[in-house]
């Protein structure tokens, strides 16, 4: 990991990560920066056919970090990876730059033939605690996947996804906020809150029917 390279991810974190006090404490004590660090080394051998000790490094890091990447993926500038524990990132693997992501996500594939077979993300993606995005997809600039959603289908730039499986959230404006753990705060962007809100107004019609009936039951 070159200087200028681990000088700007450790001024990403300081940026995102309000819990980031000094650049210090992000160098000692964040092991997604310490997992990226060990990945460079882990790629480096595998781009020159050292595949065995490529995969040994990636090893290491995971048993030190919990998080594990693949040293065949590729990862872009300033890919920041909050609290870490449980990430596993594929051998075909595309991330650009700016992307953020939380514990327990998998970047995975859905095949067993070779090629390409896990997903792209484009850049400043948000990826929430848990997420599953599986097989050869595309996930477009600024995406928002929201936390434990499973994605098996691309995602447009600019668009936020939640559930299982992944259904937009629909938006009149889209935002370039940062949206922790890739989930909107609002819960009427949620398209489970609009069917919600459906079976409530449906519950309270029924209720002033059944109330209706009692009342002209009593009358005769």
Known sequence: MSLMFLTETVRAYRERDPAARSNL?????????????IHTV????????????GRFISHIGRFLTGIEI?????????FLIDHGMGVVVGETAEIGD???????VTLGGTSVVGGKRHPSIGNNVIIGA???VLGAIEIGDGARIGANAV???????????????????????RSTRFDAYGTPC??????LFHEVELLRAELAALEARLAAQAAQKSRT
């Open 70 to 78: 693949h040293p065949g993926a590729k990862l872009g500038r300033r």
């Open 151 to 173: 994605v098996v289908a691309p995602v447009p730039a600019g668009t936020t996804v939640v559930g299982i499986p992944a259904r937009a959230v629909e938006r009149s404006v």
């Open 98 to 104: 700016d992307v953020y992501i939380y514990h327990q």
């Open 186 to 191: 609002d819960p009427c962007l949620d398209p």
């Open 42 to 53: 882990a790629s480096f051998c595998w781009r020159r056919g050292w595949h065995t000790l």
């Open 25 to 37: 404490e992000v160098l000692l004590c964040y092991p997604g920066l310490h997992a990226v660090g």
């Open 130 to 132: 848990g997420a599953k």
